[in-house]
């Protein structure tokens, strides 16, 4: 008797688009069709096909200009209504203990294509803060922001920052090449930080969960007013944040 276990049978063009999908969100930067050709062992007239069908449906993104391809918005919206619920459940007790150690309100930001939008709040118990749930970050304007950018790749960072600079504030960083040096303060130190950038009165500090590759999966963000956060230092609450950051990495990886 044939003990083994029982073919599954599947569609071989599916497995082919399953690769590829997979081959486009593994890559550090946007590759070619030939180049994922090669990469998933497939002849390039199958390649342009299948992916055609995977752009058409959303899965995937080619930039008209380079011809390369990314993750499409529909695995995106797809990875939000579960992925971003489950990380923020995972994240909950780190930042409840960041929170009540540090006095003051922690986020928790998650990346959507080139934004974040923030996913949970914890509250100190004796601190009214206003509820950022839900909300697009000002990524060159607050400290969630700096730490998303400090860790991407030139080329993402350019499109995130395609936009003129607006300013928000006196204290908002509005010239390129000032940012780019307190991005670089950022990878150093391990946390960015926000001078009143957003709202005058409101300071933060910020680091981001980093994954195998050092791609930003989350940014963890102390905040509060300015005199409370003078008070504390950035130094003290940027370590903080950044340890917490590192956790919640370690669990999801």
Same mark, same amino acid.
């Given at each position: 008797?044939?003990?083994?276990?029982?073919?599954?049978?599947?569609?071989?063009?599916?497995?082919?688009?399953?690769?590829?999908?997979?081959?486009?969100?593994?890559?550090?930067?946007?590759?070619? &069709?030939? +180049? %994922? @050709?090669?990469?998933?062992?497939?002849?390039?007239? !199958? =390649?342009?096909?299948?992916? /055609?069908? $995977? *752009?058409?449906?959303?899965?995937?993104?080619?930039?008209?200009?380079?011809?390369?391809?990314?993750?499409?918005?529909?695995?995106?919206?797809?990875?939000?209504?579960?992925?971003?619920?489950?990380?923020?459940?995972?994240?909950?007790?780190?930042?409840?203990?960041?929170?009540?150690?540090?006095?003051?309100?922690?986020?928790?930001?998650?990346?959507?294509?080139?934004?974040?939008?923030?996913?949970?709040?914890?509250?100190?118990?004796?601190?009214?803060?206003?509820?950022?749930?839900?909300?697009?970050?000002?990524?060159?304007?607050?400290?969630?922001?700096?730490?998303?950018?400090?860790?991407?790749?030139?080329?993402?960072? &350019?499109? +995130? %920052? @395609?936009?003129?600079?607006?300013?928000?504030?006196? !204290? =908002?960083?509005?010239?390129? /090449?000032? $940012? *780019?040096?307190?991005?670089?303060?950022?990878?150093?130190?391990?946390?960015?930080?926000?001078?009143?950038?957003?709202?005058?009165?409101?300071?933060?500090?910020?680091?981001?969960?980093?994954?195998?590759?050092?791609?930003?999966?989350?940014?963890?963000?102390?905040?509060?007013?300015?005199?409370?956060?003078?008070?504390?230092?950035?130094?003290?609450?940027?370590?903080?944040?950044?340890?917490?950051?590192?956790?919640?990495?370690?669990?999801?990886?």
């Amino acid at each position: 008797m044939n003990m083994s276990a029982p073919t599954v049978n599947t569609v071989q063009s599916v497995e082919r688009a399953a690769e590829l999908l997979k081959a486009v969100a593994a890559a550090r930067a946007p590759l070619s &069709a030939p +180049a %994922l @050709a090669d990469r998933c062992g497939l002849n390039r007239s !199958t =390649t342009w096909r299948l992916l /055609a069908t $995977l *752009e058409r449906h959303g899965l995937v993104d080619r930039d008209p200009e380079t011809g390369r391809y990314s993750v499409g918005p529909a695995v995106v919206q797809m990875a939000g209504t579960s992925g971003h619920e489950a990380l923020a459940r995972r994240a909950q007790p780190l930042l409840r203990r960041l929170a009540e150690d540090s006095e003051e309100t922690v986020n928790l930001a998650v990346p959507y294509r080139l934004q974040l939008v923030y996913v949970s709040q914890v509250e100190a118990p004796h601190v009214m803060t206003a509820n950022w749930l839900g909300r697009p970050v000002a990524l060159h304007a607050t400290s969630t922001g700096k730490a998303f950018l400090a860790w991407l790749p030139d080329d993402e960072r &350019a499109a +995130a %920052l @395609a936009e003129p600079l607006e300013r928000f504030t006196k !204290t =908002t960083l509005t010239d390129a /090449a000032a $940012l *780019e040096a307190e991005l670089a303060g950022v990878r150093r130190r391990g946390y960015g930080v926000s001078r009143g950038e957003l709202e005058p009165g409101l300071w933060g500090v910020s680091a981001a969960s980093l994954d195998e590759r050092e791609r930003p999966i989350a940014v963890v963000s102390v905040w509060g007013s300015d005199g409370r956060i003078r008070e504390k230092g950035f130094r003290v609450l940027g370590e903080a944040a950044a340890r917490t950051a590192g956790e919640l990495a370690a669990q999801l990886a």
